[in-house]
């Protein structure tokens, strides 16, 4: 297969130890390995999604006269062809320039690009996303047999979050291994636990028709509607935002999509509880820390 070779700088930690999985780094910030070219095309956007402030280059074979292709990422350096061979244009050095020839401080341009920069900080300030970060836990994974024994969210509006959580008493007894998984017990249940008719009247007031952003959200939907429909309410129909479709479009190679694995990939070290309110909390940490999230969340308004 294809000898292929990456070189980072001023990189995050966390890419250098991903691109680990994959290739060999033989020095600080080159990585070598053999993969074809689809497997290359991956871990490229992987490379540049996740350089931050950094660079990147990609040098691999090619079926060319040279016999080889290259890609750069956020360089001065920018590839150039002449007459179908690849070459390399770097930035203009001038040296032992007379001072009187020097003018001091930022130019035309450049002033006109940092305004620019601030003036589309601003608009992001200003256009902070609007959202609710739920999550459930349940007496088992069959929405249509199991309840829902609590229910967490977080919302964000006008660079304020709030909080609700609510046990809920399903008038049944929850399975050991259910209370092992989230230290709920049943006289957790029947002490503070609520009606689900209750407390799902005050979960729509409180989500009103913001987006609904969740690690794999379909499941909370799933169980939150079947309980709507028993009632006889409306069942949601807030956009849903799903954290682990993105992130398996980022990560392709994670050894699974737990949420302690994922979150340890980016980098927060926390202990999953298994308890609504915490794990709504952690998925809006995670939210944080995943690509273009902010941007589906506005195009999802």
């Given at each position: 297969?294809?000898?292929?070779?990456?070189?980072?700088?001023?990189?995050?930690?966390?890419?250098?130890?991903?691109?680990?999985k994959?290739?060999?780094?033989?020095?600080?910030?080159?990585?070598?390995?053999?993969?074809?070219?689809?497997?290359?095309e991956?871990?490229?956007?992987?490379?540049?999604e996740?350089?931050?402030?950094?660079?990147?280059?990609?040098?691999?074979?090619?079926?060319?006269?040279?016999?080889?292709?290259f890609?750069?990422y956020?360089?001065?350096?920018?590839?150039?062809d002449?007459?179908?061979?690849?070459?390399?244009?770097?930035?203009?050095?001038?040296?032992?320039?007379?001072?009187?020839?020097?003018?001091?401080?930022?130019s035309?341009?450049?002033?006109?690009?940092?305004a620019?920069?601030?003036?589309?900080?601003?608009l992001?300030?200003?256009?902070?996303?609007?959202?609710?970060?739920?999550?459930?836990e349940?007496?088992?994974?069959?929405s249509?047999?199991?309840?829902?024994?609590?229910?967490?969210?977080?919302?964000?509006?006008?660079?304020?979050?709030?909080?609700?959580?609510?046990?809920?008493?399903?008038?049944?007894?929850?399975?050991?291994?259910?209370?092992?998984?989230?230290?709920?017990?049943?006289?957790?249940?029947?002490?503070d636990g609520?009606l689900?008719?209750?407390?799902?009247?005050?979960?729509?007031?409180?989500?009103?028709?913001l987006?609904?952003?969740?690690?794999?959200?379909?499941?909370?939907?799933?169980?939150?509607?079947?309980?709507?429909?028993?009632?006889?309410?409306?069942?949601?129909?807030?956009?849903k935002?799903?954290?682990?479709?993105?992130?398996?479009?980022?990560?392709?190679?994670?050894?699974?999509?737990r949420?302690?694995t994922?979150i340890?990939?980016?980098?927060?070290?926390e202990?999953?509880?298994?308890?609504?309110?915490?794990?709504?909390?952690?998925?809006?940490?995670l939210?944080a820390?995943?690509?273009g999230?902010?941007?589906i969340?506005?195009?999802?308004?």
């Amino acid at each position: 297969m294809p000898f292929t070779v990456i070189t980072l700088s001023k990189v995050p930690p966390h890419l250098r130890g991903d691109l680990t999985k994959w290739m060999q780094e033989i020095d600080t910030g080159v990585f070598i390995g053999n993969f074809n070219s689809k497997v290359r095309e991956k871990l490229w956007k992987r490379v540049t999604e996740n350089v931050g402030d950094g660079n990147a280059t990609l040098s691999f074979h090619y079926n060319n006269e040279q016999g080889y292709s290259f890609e750069m990422y956020q360089t001065q350096r920018v590839s150039v062809d002449f007459d179908g061979i690849q070459l390399v244009k770097s930035p203009l050095v001038i040296e032992n320039v007379p001072d009187k020839d020097l003018h001091h401080g930022f130019s035309n341009a450049s002033k006109f690009n940092n305004a620019r920069k601030f003036q589309k900080a601003a608009l992001k300030t200003q256009e902070t996303p609007q959202f609710v970060v739920m999550d459930i836990e349940t007496e088992g994974l069959n929405s249509e047999i199991h309840g829902i024994i609590e229910i967490g969210a977080i919302k964000i509006k006008n660079n304020n979050t709030q909080e609700i959580q609510f046990l809920i008493n399903t008038g049944r007894p929850i399975s050991d291994s259910i209370s092992q998984l989230t230290q709920i017990t049943d006289e957790m249940l029947i002490n503070d636990g609520i009606l689900i008719e209750d407390a799902l009247k005050e979960f729509l007031v409180f989500i009103d028709n913001l987006p609904i952003v969740g690690f794999n959200v379909d499941f909370d939907f799933s169980f939150v509607n079947k309980q709507l429909k028993l009632l006889g309410m409306d069942t949601l129909r807030n956009k849903k935002v799903d954290l682990l479709r993105i992130i398996k479009k980022e990560k392709m190679f994670l050894k699974n999509y737990r949420l302690d694995t994922v979150i340890a990939e980016y980098g927060i070290n926390e202990k999953v509880p298994h308890r609504a309110l915490e794990d709504a909390k952690l998925i809006y940490l995670l939210s944080a820390k995943v690509n273009g999230f902010h941007d589906i969340i506005k195009k999802d308004r």
